[in-house]
């Protein structure tokens, strides 16, 4: 018989137990079935300390965390100075049973995060532009509105041994929408090393933590 990866092997036996448990009328045997997408939108964010961000985010003013199909979610608010539609928001996604090699595809994750932000709608992964720092390549784009306004669309996907990871998660899957008056770059500020360093007070969904290194770019 084969020998099935240790990771296979727990979700197996997860999946019977939460099987038989639903048999008991302990869960919705309909949840056991849903798509991640249905799950993850079953599942409400809660209002969290900003103490307990994942990262330390210039301008961060309120945080939101949820679990997710094999990881957690957090949503941060960052200060808008401009007058453009929109939130400056920065969405992290810990995600757990993903190959740590695996290439983040842009499609795919700006599905999940619910769509492009205005006001880069129409943005394609063609147009991207790459950055590096040490904790590995970033992608992003910039939009700029009149004399002093500009606005960056950024993601990366980091993995490894850089920083600590919440919930023993493989990946940390960060995208970033942030409108200033100011220089592109410190619009890029918090996708940047300095603001992806595990924030000193940032608590755990599950007490535990990993560690990350960077990992190649979204699938371009």
Not at 120 to 127: D, H, I, K, P, S
Request: include cysteine; charged fraction near 20%.
């Amino acid at each position: 018989m084969p020998v099935l990866p240790l990771k296979a092997s727990l979700h197996s036996l997860l999946a019977s137990a939460l099987l038989l448990l639903s048999g008991c009328g302990v869960f919705d045997r309909d949840e056991l079935f849903l798509r991640p997408s249905q799950y993850d939108a079953r599942t409400a964010f809660v209002p969290m300390p900003v103490e307990r961000a994942w990262v330390t985010a210039p301008g961060l003013r309120a945080l939101y965390q949820r679990p997710v199909f094999e990881g957690y979610e957090q949503r941060l608010s960052l200060a808008n100075p401009t007058v453009l539609p929109g939130d400056n928001l920065m969405v992290l996604r810990v995600r757990d049973n993903i190959v740590p090699e695996a290439r983040l595809v842009f499609e795919e994750f700006t599905r999940w995060t619910g769509g492009l932000p205005a006001p880069f709608e129409g943005l394609t992964a063609g147009e991207l532009m790459r950055g590096e720092d040490e904790m590995g390549p970033y992608f992003y784009a910039e939009h700029r509105s009149g004399p002093d306004t500009v606005c960056i669309f950024g993601l990366r996907r980091l993995n490894g041994s850089h920083r600590e990871i919440p919930a023993r998660g493989d990946v940390m899957d960060v995208q970033l929408r942030n409108c200033l008056r100011g220089s592109p770059e410190e619009a890029l500020a918090p996708l940047l090393a300095a603001s992806l360093r595990s924030a000193p007070g940032a608590a755990q969904p599950d007490g535990t933590s990993r560690l990350l290194s960077p990992l190649a770019g979204p699938g371009l």
